[in-house]
């Protein structure tokens, strides 16, 4: 049996202290603490379904212990937004048929909304780039990256009429995106 | 499990001193490892992790007297790609870190990880050893030195002693080389292993090669290098004739295996023809 | 009526799922609740077929926590489960005969109890010979998966005939011909399987399960355990996440035997991903062997096919996905003569069932594969030969089945041969940089909605007026992730002539709503929005009339059902729905109605051999197109471009239907490249998502969706079943472009899904150099 140890952290803006195992998974605490919205689809890091943000980084909490939770300002998919009051991210999401079975769309607005207080411009191959440590098998990504795309433009006040979803190639040779930049 | 969260280096030195002490980085490949390890019942777990995500001294990149880069091994690989001395001095570094994993799992995982799980297919390896990097140690006994190449000694095996922490890479930025490259072959653009994976320098004098450096990842138990087809291009253009003839050297020289992501004869050829890029370059 | 216009309101679960607010059986974690865990010693022990000789629990049981071991001896009942067949125990007792077979449920206080009480758990298996490919298991002296089993391996055997395709064949001045193979694919939904389930004091075994299939559940759980059926209830909240694989039992009788075993406790059991993969449904995997036979200006003669498809260790819905698989296997096109032969074969390999295309995406690379071989024979253009030959309202099919039913394949090939990224083919493939090759591709597809003959595909709606004068719809099909429930609020505030606030939705229950069936086979929206439809149309009558006394109205003229209220329109009289709601007892507040699907009437063909299925009588339609990039060096393929234009009758929700389109092709451009199910003697060497890949957001192009306009007549609103075909194309569009790409030579062998880079690599050395400028 572990030892139990307290850690306090700021969880969706509420400061929180709560006694744990502190080998405990971050995944498994922060549901034992009534966030369901954050999913688990893997256990092992490879669908993103469990990110959160750490710091306002987006990180899973399947790789995280609970001890690493300690100190931190932690935000789940329903802190950044609720369907009374959702996020730019998750209403454009809703709005723009971003969801189908859903499972992965909370985790899907964690890494959309850190992309975009970063960037908030991004292209959409930079969307893709975002979003691409989580694994959507409804969508095809075609509509988050669309829906991304509008949430920007409304977090910027950017109202003009949206693009179309993009009928051209992403032109760039198999190989391009892999290259290293010349010296 | 207990979890030890050290604040500094002295602190770090002494967790390390308990019984059964791991290390633990961003914990992207140990927590699976973890996970897996509980699944199975195998036993013993480590008694007790070590976090290095608090330690100052183990983190940020500097630029050394001789103009190496310091690489703190604690950095994610967010931090360094986020660095512009990374960027504008290691590009092919940079290339490997922005095809490492994904997004959180940059936000997460640390060089030092990368290196210390010493996986064949580890995305910062290539990079490093084509580059010359030395890796710097610590410990309460002080810190050393030694060759990545060197430290690195098999699929999950390092040089690191017990007591000690993987502090820094020291990395030579060789501006001297005029063709940098890096090129990971994986089975998909995200989330994905290296099924092969090469990172070259080419030294042009008057338009020959004067030095070449390529370093592979995916195909030998550690970064393969192959000093025969480097001695091969040296003297010529970097024309795909003088690329091809180096290639056929690659292809005689390497001894992959086969896994479940590709055969050994898909990795021998891709070995070779992945210097054939370089004709674009 | 007033169609639902191209701007109806986003999904309404949408927002609930994007903030997290959803809460699907994933989040049923109910107070104070044991946890279960299968214990399946085959994949620890690297056994796909073994005799079961004891287990020993003494370990586990000595973990604290740990509360409960369950065996085969503590299955009450034949321990026997099966949608068609019953031949899955529940718990393995004296075989196992796959590696997720399992031999024991372990019942805890929490998950690391479960976890380590698993762990700790010892089985004694002896190895038994394996059956781990179809065409073996069918050898003379094939180890036998179900010994004693009459007919040993072979599960079934079928035919489906029409004409006579071998003399055609013989006659047909070009034949072409082809061995084909589709892979194993893994459904990885992103929410795994799983669910609660609670023994009440009166003897109810109340269940919340993610399945697709909660009416029929309740018989599976009740044969494998000896219950009575009618004992359980199952609610179906939103699923993560199905595409078939949560059709049919996965948790339901584990979980049920655990809650028996409870103490009255409630109990949940949720896989993890590993297990998932491991004892989880996959698509079948499928030989074929085709011949097709054309005259020399294209028009198709005969098609002869045979398929062997392994079912692995139970026989599931095998018989049934092959069936289908049989009737698509000569392609949506006019063949007069056909032949179409089928085995489907027990092996030790994990079960397979259901996944979206159901048999139709094993078929589709052969016929497609074949038609380009085809027109490359003939040196005609692929699209026109597809189009010589595309079957059309009235034309029989290769089933022998008289499409008295819309079918617009025509249409969706011209929409795509009108297309620019068709137009410029050539200009694409001139284009290629170096190391790189370029090259588009199309294909025609279709499939099947609905059970087929044999087996009523109905379904049973019920619509109330609420005490505060809304409308609650029960929900009987479950809703997996494609929208329908949200489908059937729209629908509902259509007919009732209401705003779709006023609508609320009860989930599948089964205790509340009426038995339709499953969610799969493109039928959920088509069946049940057909009742739904009637079941309004019947309480909007009823509540115009139930108006007139409280109106004082001697006749029914001029009352009718507006927003909110029951209105006179000549006196101009109204009468809120709240007040009518408490004027009416509750019974008369209901109105139940069904629907039940039409049925093939007109067969020319002859089957033998499948018990329930042929033929299908509704169709979607499909033609795709991939435009694609192969580098030289690596073999690696991009899809570039994707485009799909896809009949599914009247789109009531255009954006609905868009995903369903993007959807099915995103799961089916995995299927082309990236996702290879390996296995070694039956035991899965890709058992967790690092290994099985499926495509990320950088593997996928912007895939576009056009709406090939069509209505059928039999459909709500004129709309079809989408769901499905859009998964069958990716696989012969990404080969054509590779054909097209690479030539004839290097694409003949290209024949065996996924095109790996290692796969491509290879044919484009065997195929030559010459290949690619040859045409240009």
Partial sequence: MSPRTTISFRLNGRDISVETAPDARAVDLLRDLGALDVKEGCGTGECGACSILAGGAHVLSCLMLAAQLDGREITTPSGLGTPGEPHPVQQALAEGGAVQCGFCTPGMSMAAAALLAQNPAPTREEIRTAISGNLCRCTGYVMIVDAVQAAARKMRGDSGPPQAAAQTSRKKPAAARKKGGKG | ?????????????????????????????????????????????????????????????????????????????????????????LPELAAALTQLGSPPIRNMGTLGGNICTASPAGDCLPPLYALGAVVELASQAGARRMRLAEFIAGPGRTGLKPGEVLAAAIVPPAPEFQVRHFEKVGRRGALAIAVVSLSALLRLERGRIAEARLAWGSVGPTVWRCPEAEAELVGRKPTLAALSAAAAVVRENVRPIGDLRASADYRRQVAGNLLLRLALL | MPLPSPSTPPRADALAK???????????????????????????????HGRVRGVDAGAALSIPGVVRVLTAADVPGPNLHGIIHRDQPVLCGEVIRHAGDPVALVLAETPEALRDGLAALRADIEPLPGAFDAAGALKPGAPLVHAGRKGGNLLLRAKIEKGDARAALKNAPVVVRGEFFTPVQEHAFLETQCGTARLLPDGTLDMTLSTQSPFRDRFEIGAGLGLDPLSIRIRAPHL??????????????????????????????????????????????????????????????????????????????????????????????????????????YTNNPIAGAFRGFGVAQASPAFEGLMDELAAKLGMDPLELRRRNALAGGDVNGAGVRLNASAHLPECLEAVAAHPLWAEREAWRASAPAFTMRGVGVAAVFNGMGYGRGLPDMAIAKVELTDAGGFRVYVSVADMGQGNASAFALLAAQELNQPPSSIELVMPDTERCHPSGSSSAGRTTYTFGNALIKACAGLRAKLASRAAMPLLRDTLDGLALEPGRVVHAPSGKALPLAVLARFLPHDDRICVAEFLMPVAQDVAGKAEGFLIGYPHLLFAYAAHLARIEVDGLTGRVRVCDYLCATDGGRVLHRQGFDQQAQGGAAQGIGYALFEEFRLDAGRSTTGDLGTYLIPTALDLPDIASLAVDGCEESGPHGLKGVGEVGLNGPAPAVAAALRHCLGDAAARRLRRLPFTPERVLAALKAGGTARNRRRA
């Avoid at chain 2, 002490?21 to 927590?31: F, I, N």
């Avoid at chain 3, 699907?24 to 994949?43: K, M, V």
């Fill in chain 2, 1 to 89: 499990m207990r979890v030890q969260s050290p604040r500094d280096l002295a602190e770090l030195f002494e967790a390390l001193q308990t019984p059964g002490a791991q290390p633990l980085a961003g914990g992207t490949d140990l927590l699976v490892r973890l996970r897996a390890a509980r699944k199975d019942g195998v036993k013993p777990l480590p008694a007790s992790l070590v976090r290095l995500d608090g330690v100052e001294a183990l983190r940020g990149v500097r630029r050394e007297a001789d103009g190496a880069l310091r690489l703190g091994a604690a950095s994610t690989h967010a931090e360094l790609l986020a660095h512009p001395l990374v960027r504008a001095a």
């Fill in chain 3, 18 to 48: 994007a903030t997290g607010a959803e809460r699907y059986a994933f989040d049923s974690i109910p107070e104070g609740c044991l946890h279960a865990g299968a214990f399946r010693p085959g994949a620890r022990l690297g056994i796909a």
């Fill in chain 3, 240 to 345: 993560g996440g199905g595409f078939g694989g949560k059709d049919g039992a996965t948790v339901q009788c584990l979980l049920a035997l655990a809650a028996l075993n409870a103490g009255g406790r409630p109990v949940r059991m949720a896989w993890d991903r590993e297990e998932s993969v491991l004892a989880g449904f996959k698509r079948h995997a499928v030989r074929l062997r085709c011949a097709l036979g054309a005259d020399t200006d294209g028009t198709l003669l005969a098609h002869d096919c045979d398929m062997l498809f392994d079912t692995g260790a139970y026989a599931h819905l095998g018989g049934e996905v092959m069936e289908l698989s049989m009737e698509h296997a000569c392609g949506p096109y006019r063949i007069p003569n056909t032949r179409v032969t089928g085995r489907c074969v």
